[in-house]
């Protein structure tokens, strides 16, 4: 199977590009390098440095004739989608569409997609959250993620290709940019391995749950073999940890004391979350197998260790 990975040079990419290379296929990474990192693009995989907005995208695709494609590469920063709504559409709407209409002219038979669980739900009573909860994104990103979803599933019904939606709960582990990515797992570990101080926004009692990268890896490649198009699945621990809680795990797991400095919190922002993902398990076979305190150990020595794979 000949796959194509757009984000492949980033973060969850660069684990899922892993994994696919494992089972035999053939991979191309198309990824403009805005946050992916040239280091984490697999010298077995072949990379394209392209926009995923670019109309250079198309040729991309006539030239590798893709069977599948993952699509990953995403304007992925909350905040930044409330500052910045029109450049966060472009990317993640528009960038989307594009994908799409090359996917439709290159016949490609499956498509997953990389969406949101907590950003598309918003705050809801119903925690840990199912796929049936109403989706009430409070965001700029989640509005996007959902429209996206939106598009993908029209592309699927128009073409007679199959798709699956992947709302990924919070991403962690080895490789995450703590400068240049979302991801608090991330800043607070190099920093306390850097003597540096923390910082929690708010009262830091807002939750997330935290999904290590490589159990996200696996069920973005089990995706893959799904035999039906699936609109939206959750992929997430179910489990609610609290900022306040991962910070004290971290320090427990770094062997560091340290106190973390309160600032305001940010706009956009929910209180808690948590996903179901019980039809993941269902329709794909996954479920995480990565306790936290054992991912938060595998995140530190990685970073302590300075690899950039």
Not at 76 to 94: C, E, G, H, I
Not at 235 to 262: K, P, W, Y
Request: hydrophobic fraction near 45%; charge should be neutral.
């Amino acid at each position: 199977m000949r796959a194509l990975v757009t984000g492949g040079a980033g973060f969850v990419g660069s684990h899922v590009v892993d994994r696919l290379l494992a089972g035999g296929h053939a991979i191309d990474l198309v990824d403009n390098l805005s946050t992916g990192r040239p280091e984490l693009a697999h010298p077995a995989a072949r990379l394209h440095a392209v926009d995923i907005r670019s109309p250079r995208l198309r040729a991309v695709f006539a030239e590798t004739r893709p069977d599948v494609v993952v699509h990953l590469a995403a304007q992925m920063d909350v905040r930044r989608s409330v500052a910045d709504p029109l450049f966060d559409a472009s990317v993640n709407v528009l960038g989307t569409l594009n994908v799409l209409e090359c996917c439709r002219r290159a016949a490609v038979a499956r498509l997953v997609f990389a969406s949101s669980g907590g950003a598309i739900y918003g705050d809801c009573e119903t925690v840990p959250t199912p796929e049936s909860q109403p989706a009430r994104p409070a965001s700029p990103y989640g509005v996007a993620k959902l429209a996206a979803e939106r598009y993908i599933a029209a592309w699927a019904a128009l073409t007679g290709s199959t798709a699956v939606a992947l709302r990924y709960a919070n991403v962690y582990g080895p490789r995450q940019n703590p400068l240049g990515e979302a991801g608090v797992v991330a800043i607070f570990s190099s920093r306390l391995v850097a003597g540096k101080p923390c910082v929690i926004n708010g009262d830091g009692e807002q939750t997330r749950d935290y999904v290590y990268v490589e159990d996200v890896a696996d069920a973005t490649v089990l995706a893959l073999s799904a035999p039906q198009t699936i609109d939206a699945v959750n992929i997430g621990t179910g489990l609610e940890s609290s900022v306040n809680d991962l910070f004290r795990r971290l320090t427990a797991v770094a062997g560091v004391t340290a106190d973390a400095r309160h600032e305001p919190g940010k706009p956009g922002e929910q209180r808690r979350s948590a996903l179901d993902a019980a039809l993941a398990k269902r329709l794909l076979g996954w479920a995480p197998v990565t306790p936290l305190d054992l991912g938060l150990r595998k995140t530190l020595e990685f970073i302590r260790g300075g690899a950039s794979r």
